[in-house]
């Protein structure tokens, strides 16, 4: 589950906020309980237990079923990260290109892959050869196992800007067919051919239904994932504002008019759980891959 500094976010903060809720989940982290049992376990009564349950699944943080005459409850969630406003750093001058993600100008996949539209799938899945269908440009999301994807961003600066930090974003999950929650995966981005660093997604999240993601998708497969800001500066890159390796601006050459961008599940990954790349109109985020370009 991804969350934000937004009212919208609000319900789950308020559903964390209680000690016993907090043991709740703690309880159906083991198992799932009915209204009894909790109750037995907490030693409280059965109303104050399906109180607490109700603010719970108001949040989308558990669900209910019946089994015979008793209410059973499980989690839904297997995590949830917060992102916080991006820094702003107004001393510098900035642009940002947006790339669509069907916009991709290279690339070698592997099953299981696919794209998806506004309303349907583009092409068949499982086929590498759709990926270059014609098409691909309308794709919102697209997922696969094995291999690579490539963007080419404009780089617009004039030979007297200095580029001062590079920031790349883009919401990712990983890949398993319909979705595993719990699913890592080795993804790792090159700017330029040159490798900044791998991030472990932890899954291929359908818990709950994506933010964006259309109705036409099936509510077992992949939803949504989770909003990442690639940085890299003069002393080195950054993931989500937390130290993630050494390249720095001066290991990525920009002089030409192109800078390239690739997702890759390397061949030597520990975790080969595959990628999804989620676009506008898809996921949590209403947006495409994002570069920003800071320069003075």
Not at 47 to 70: D, P, Y
Not at 157 to 163: A, C, H, I, T
Not at 178 to 187: A, C, L, Q, Y
Request: glycine share 6%.
């Amino acid at each position: 589950m991804d969350l934000d500094i937004s009212n919208t976010s609000l319900p789950v903060y308020k559903a964390l906020a209680s000690p016993i809720r907090l043991q709740i989940i703690q309880l159906l982290s083991e198992k799932h309980m009915s209204v009894q049992d909790l109750a037995s376990e907490l030693d409280l009564s059965n109303s104050i237990v399906l109180m607490h349950l109700n603010k719970l699944a108001e949040a989308q943080l558990i669900t209910f079923k019946r089994q015979g005459h008793q209410k059973v409850s499980s989690l839904k969630v297997d995590n949830i990260n917060v992102h916080f406003p991006n820094r702003i750093y107004p001393s510098f001058e900035s642009y940002t290109i947006k790339v669509p993600v069907g916009h991709y100008t290279t690339y070698s996949v592997e099953p299981s892959c696919g794209l998806a539209g506004m309303k349907d799938f583009i092409g068949k899945v499982d086929i590498p050869a759709y990926f270059m269908d014609p098409n691909r440009i309308n794709a919102h999301m697209i997922w696969w196992t094995k291999g690579f994807v490539e963007y080419h961003f404009p780089n617009y600066l004039k030979k007297s800007d200095n580029l001062e930090m590079l920031d790349i974003s883009a919401e990712l999950g990983s890949e398993f067919p319909f979705s595993n929650n719990v699913w890592p995966s080795d993804i790792t981005i090159f700017v330029n051919n040159i490798e900044v660093g791998t991030w472990t997604s932890p899954g291929d999240f359908s818990d709950t239904r994506g933010k964006f993601t259309p109705k036409w998708v099936p509510d077992n497969v992949n939803q949504y994932g989770i909003l990442k800001t690639f940085r890299i500066t003069d002393h080195g890159s950054y993931l989500d504002g937390q130290p993630f390796s050494e390249v720095s601006l001066t290991d990525i050459d920009n002089g030409s008019d192109i800078i390239s961008v690739r997702f890759a599940i390397k061949e030597e990954a520990v975790n080969q759980g595959g990628c999804t790349i989620f676009g506008s109109h898809f996921g949590n985020y209403d947006q495409d891959i994002e570069m920003k370009l800071f320069y003075s």
